[in-house]
């Protein structure tokens, strides 16, 4: 497509027109076929001609740049063009078939604009199967804000980077031929705005993705699985109030962090999120996380809350009965205590019949058997794992080494005189017992202030209910319908919540936040839970064709699939480009076929130009 001027004289007066037009071949040879004509659309100078045609082309396949609207002038000419390739239609004289037979010259055949497509074709069928894009408009994000909330969740799900190398990420994927859309001009100052656009609509966007992928899927809506993680910070996070010093399951005490509540239902899918202080406690979060899945999807009388013994006193647990449900959930440490006979009482205990991993059929799996004991109007099921014995011994013998050598390294700093008050020396050895608390209640530690000593004590007794006690674990629920091995069963999908943070944390890189604005982490984080809902999304139909594969499993596979540029040197000249998606391969097809995705990226573009653009 180029600009042509025509010149005629009329009573000695000459007058200049333009038109746009185009290459084609015909049974007679090349000719030059007339679009439109320009009239005072097209400008004066001549060495413009040639942006105006790349603005009329970026047009017409909807490519539109991010940085600046569509000028007047290209639009009257698209609508033309339109115009005229509508009279055509209905004419019958469509231009299909006058350029297919073409004589190209085979040597000078190239490629060019490689970009991958497989991942982000896959993310993209899947981000309109959720209907996203309606969701966004629903809660009133503009078009181009839906198209970068695309962009930057397909990023997060496929190869997570900052917003600084985000736009050369995009640009280095079929993502602009997927969505129509150029990214050329897309900067990290346009990411930074769009998450400031997202950031008031979380919950609405999180309420309607639920409600989609319930009817989707047909999922499961009776037990709700709710755990905490947290998540560190790099730098000081001076700016967001939320970023504290706290219990760091990432092993980064030295950073402060925030903690992210989560809930997933029996297939993993997440229900309601929340990012809470870095230093909650958490029995702390549990009534206000009730409140908030109530606020989002309403609950009902019967359902069952599954959570782990760190919300499992009295108060959790009046809680969750306060709003008639349900609940299953581990006991804390010390309340087995009252068990120690029945756990060492061999007769009642079970098996619980464990089938290997669909994933990897060679995992060896731990030996659990459990009993059921009833108390009261509660059932407490009594579980005992083999390989588990090993395992709370090596953690209570490693943190018990650990004290013991700070408790060394105190009486150190006393003996060299860097420690002297006795109030000083008593906050050393509490800070001590806070570090650890699993083997700190085992020992009695004082400072004689004569010797001066620390006098360390073992407490013999405690120690050995402990060591009687490894390999075991307490549940209790106030489900009268459920036998030991169903409550197992049920608090075990607590895993599937465990699974979500290890998504979002390793391949989603939720992990380190650079964002200081609370804001902005909140977002960021929000970014993470949507792309692990298209994971999950995934990764639940490929179970459904009985395929237990894992998305980076098909991230990788599917990378090797690619659009591309086909440039074509004819014998006149001119030079066809076809941009088309390269064929699947054999594995790339059966993919697309378990989950339910043609396999056709994008229909072929074909352009015309003059050989002087072939580079």
Known sequence: MFVRAYTREVKGRKYTTYALVESVRTPKGPRQRTICTLGDLCPRAAHEWLKLVHRVEDALVGQQRFDAPVEPEVEKI?????????????????????????????????????????????????????????????????????????????????????????????????????????????????????????????????????????????????VFLYDLTSTYFEGQALANPKAKRGYSRDKRPDCKQVVIGLVVNRDGFPIAHEVLDG???????????????????????????????????????????????????????PERNQWLADFEDEDGFEPVIRKPSPRNPTQKKSHVRVKMKKHGDETHVLCLSSERVNKDRAIREKKEGRLLADIEKLQQRIDKGRLVKPAKIGEAIGRIKERYPRVARYYDISYHESKPKLVVAKNEQKLATAQKLDGSYLLKTDRDDL???????????????????????????????????????????????????????????????????????????????????????????DILRIRKASTPEPQHQQLYQLLHIRDQVMAPKKTWAPQSSLV
Not at 565 to 571: G, M, S
Request: net charge neutral.
């Open 78 to 222: 698209v609508r033309r063009v339109r115009a005229r390739n509508e009279r055509d239609r209905r004419d019958g004289r469509s231009k299909a078939g006058t350029d297919v037979l073409v004589t190209v010259e085979v040597d000078r055949i190239a490629t060019e604009a490689h970009r991958e497509a497989g991942p982000v074709f896959v993310g993209h069928q899947f981000w309109k199967r959720l209907e996203l894009d309606k969701i966004l408009a629903d809660v009133g994000l503009s078009e181009r804000a839906r198209l970068l909330t695309c962009a930057m969740a397909m990023n997060r799900l496929i190869a997570p980077k900052s917003e600084l190398a985000t736009p050369d990420w995009i640009r280095r994927t079929a993502l602009a031929d997927l969505l129509g859309v150029s990214f050329e001009q897309l900067s990290e100052a346009s990411l930074y705005r769009n998450l400031d656009k997202i950031y008031p609509h979380r919950a609405e966007i999180e309420s309607a993705l639920v409600e989609r992928e319930q009817t989707l899927f047909n999922l499961d809506q009776t």
């Open 279 to 333: 230093n909650v406690q958490d029995r702390a979060t549990l009534d206000d996380m009730l409140e908030r899945l109530d606020k989002r999807i309403g609950l009902r009388e019967g359902q069952t809350v599954v959570v782990d013994r760190g919300m499992s006193f009295d108060d959790n647990i009046a809680q969750i009965k306060a709003r008639n449900l349900h609940y299953v959930v581990a006991c804390r440490q």
């Open 483 to 573: 036998s030991a091995d169903d409550a197992w069963r049920i608090y075990s999908l607590l895993t599937r919540a465990e699974d979500a943070f290890r998504d979002m944390k390793t391949p989603l890189a939720e992990r380190p936040i650079f964002h200081h604005l609370e804001r902005r982490v909140e977002t960021h984080i929000f970014l993470c839970v949507l792309a692990y809902h298209l994971l999950v999304a995934i990764e639940k139909t490929l179970l459904d064709q009985g395929q237990h594969t894992s998305w980076a499993t098909v991230r990788d596979t599917l990378s090797t699939h690619q659009v591309c540029t086909i440039v074509l040197p004819t014998d006149t000249g």
